[in-house]
């Protein structure tokens, strides 16, 4: 491996893991939604750092050709990530939901209430 | 039960879901207290763009307006919610473009005295409406399976003319579906296995104001999908537990 693929794969983690940490930080992404991509962000760190381990992990595992490896545990890495997002917008148009019936059930009582307000008060304050 | 239908009719919320309904609503409004003297009628506007709201009203019908358009099912369950909240012990939902014909909300809410949900079919002898073709069939696989597992005998359970008793209501507050098709097929399947008994009864229906039935294969075998989809996943989801009906008095 030459010297700048070498370079490259530590700049490409290194940077991942600033944008994550920048994010949480200026609390662009909460830690739950994080979490994944710092683990990712690590691995691809760690693996970058030492690329032989890769090599090494894949033949405990029996995976022939390292980098099969790498394809698999991303696309896991995604699909989980994806899980959780569709989880979370599930729960959030629930709660939108809810949210849209509280409002609509008070804005009528409101206008109830004004109503019967407007009536005890006597026609003078109805033009 | 004491006090016969009119009494019955005082205790039912009658509710509409309307989205972009300003053509028909406002007749279809007029026609229920015409029909159905002491009912009270809500309609949910479903965040409509026109003048629904204002029609509705104007008839004499209590609007709910949704900020958010949330479909016929998110509708109905902010239904539920202001009849409980309101006291109300039975909700029957009319379609707001005029298909359901108010006089069958009598019929409907008589069935309440022995079930806690109610539908009202369409194919069971009264009315003109048909439907042909696959999507017959489609509609007919889908109501062998809930007739199955309701355990009475159903012809139409895509029917949106339904009423529902204190226990349904109850149960629809919090738990009605707003999926395509959940709203009828899914809430079938949450109300039978929350243990509420459900029947059916022969309503006319009129022909939709706009539009007619599309008799297209297609269509028919897209729409058994999403209705599989619905069954399934109401059957893979835990059973609602129902709270008590409170005693009265």
């Keep these: ?127 | 039960m004491m006090g016969g239908m009119s009494a019955a009719l005082e205790r039912t919320l009658i509710v509409m879901p309307a989205f972009n309904e300003e053509e028909a609503v406002g007749a279809v409004v007029r026609e229920v207290y015409a029909t159905l003297p002491g009912v009270h009628c809500l309609v949910v506007d479903d965040g409509s763009h026109d003048d629904t709201a204002r029609r509705a009203e104007a008839a004499g019908a209590t609007v709910l307006r949704l900020p958010i358009n949330l479909g016929v099912g998110g509708a109905m369950r902010a239904g539920f919610k202001y009849a409980l909240a309101q006291g109300f012990d039975n909700v029957v939902q009319v379609d707001s473009d005029g298909q359901h014909d108010p006089a069958g909300v009598t019929e409907l809410v008589a069935g309440l005295e022995h079930h806690d949900l109610v539908l009202g079919a369409r194919f069971a002898g009264v009315g003109e409406y048909t439907v042909r073709g696959p999507r017959r069939w489609a509609m007919r696989t889908l109501s062998g399976i809930l007739s199955r597992l309701t355990g009475t005998k159903l012809t139409d359970t895509t029917s949106g003319f339904r009423a529902s008793g204190p226990r349904a209501v109850a149960l629809f507050a919090q738990h009605y579906p707003s999926e395509y098709l959940g709203d009828t097929v899914e809430s079938l399947v949450i109300a039978s296995r929350s243990k509420l008994t459900v029947a059916q009864v022969p309503v006319a229906m009129r022909p939709r104001a706009g539009g007619v039935p599309s008799h297209n294969p297609y269509k028919a075998a897209v729409y058994l999908g999403r209705a599989g989809m619905a069954l399934f996943v109401a059957l893979i989801r835990p059973p609602v537990l129902v709270p008590k009906p409170v005693a009265a008095g």
């Design chain 1, 1 to 127: 491996m030459s010297l700048a693929v070498y370079i490259l794969g530590i700049v490409a983690a290194l940077f991942t893991l600033g944008v994550v940490i920048e994010s949480l930080r200026r609390r662009h992404l909460r830690e739950r939604h994080a979490i994944w991509w710092l683990a990712a962000g690590l691995v691809a760190l760690v693996i970058g750092i030492f690329p032989n381990l890769l090599g090494i992990v894949a033949g405990w595992l029996g995976v022939t050709v390292p980098i099969n490896l790498v394809f698999f545990l991303s696309i896991a890495v995604l699909f989980l990530v994806s899980i959780q997002h569709s989880g979370e917008l599930t729960e959030l148009e629930s709660e939108t939901r809810t949210l849209a019936e509280a409002v609509a059930l008070q804005e009528l009582r409101i206008k109830e209430l004004e109503r019967s307000l407007a009536e005890a008060l006597g026609p003078k304050r109805n033009p």
